[in-house]
């Protein structure tokens, strides 16, 4: 089945600065990439995604990139904010049937 | 209108107890996905339900069952609770049998087992 790595795990940066954060995916027939930002004890929520027929997509300071080559997906942030602090999660499918299958999150700090 | 909400919001049980977590669909959506989501950990896919049926599972032992009603609602239910089945529980609600075009989640009921 399909296996997410995201990497850092944890990340920090001052305000104002970008950060980007990495997914890799094992199966080749993915075609669905969603990114999530939960805050402390609140529910996922969707930020932006992507299908595999684009290889980029941007959203005002947020941007998501793929590369269906080397299997992999990176969500970028510009110019942080401190509300941006909050824990990131990629996943991946094979949309429109198959589950979304999770990174393990990556914590963002964005230091004043 | 509506989004997806889930109840109760807290729960603590006891090992060995059993539980049932309630989801309420977004208006017009007939497809109620469930994720586990346990402490520093991504959600992990329970199952789907569409049309009162399941329509797809995950790595999940049979004690972890769930229901879908005519007006698309649906329970999870957990028997014999072990102390791993703490965690986040989140409810999602989709269009056709579409698991995840996009999904957005309700804010979840955190299950502690003690």
């Known amino acids: 089945g399909e296996n997410v790595e995201q990497h850092p795990s944890t990340l920090s940066v001052q305000e104002g600065d970008s950060a980007v954060i990495k997914c890799t995916y094992s199966?080749?027939?993915?075609?669905?990439f969603p990114w999530y930002k939960q805050e402390l004890g609140k529910r996922p929520q969707l930020i932006i995604d992507?299908?595999?027929?684009?290889g980029e997509k941007k959203d005002q300071r947020i941007a998501v990139t793929l590369n269906k080559t080397a299997k992999h997906f990176s969500l970028h942030i510009t110019e942080t904010q401190p509300e941006d602090s909050a824990v990131y999660f990629c996943a991946a499918s094979k949309a429109p049937k198959a589950p979304l299958v999770f990174g393990k999150g990556t914590r963002l700090s964005v230091i004043a | 209108e509506t989004g997806v909400t889930q109840s109760p919001t807290h729960l603590i049980k006891t090992r060995g107890q059993q539980v049932t977590l309630r989801c309420s669909s977004q208006?017009?959506?007939?497809?109620v996905s469930w994720y586990q989501q346990a402490l520093g950990q991504g959600p992990q896919f329970i199952f789907q339900y569409y049309r009162e049926e399941e329509n797809g599972r995950g790595n999940f032992p049979p004690r972890f069952s769930g229901l879908q009603f005519p007006n698309y609602s649906s329970e999870l239910n957990v028997n014999a609770l072990e102390l791993d089945d703490s965690a986040l529980y989140l409810c999602a609600s989709s269009l056709d049998g579409r698991i995840n075009s996009p999904l957005h989640f309700g804010n979840g009921t955190r299950l502690t087992v003690t």
């Open positions: 208006s017009g959506h007939n497809t």
């Open positions: 199966d080749s027939a993915s075609n669905y």
């Open positions: 992507i299908r595999s027929n684009v």
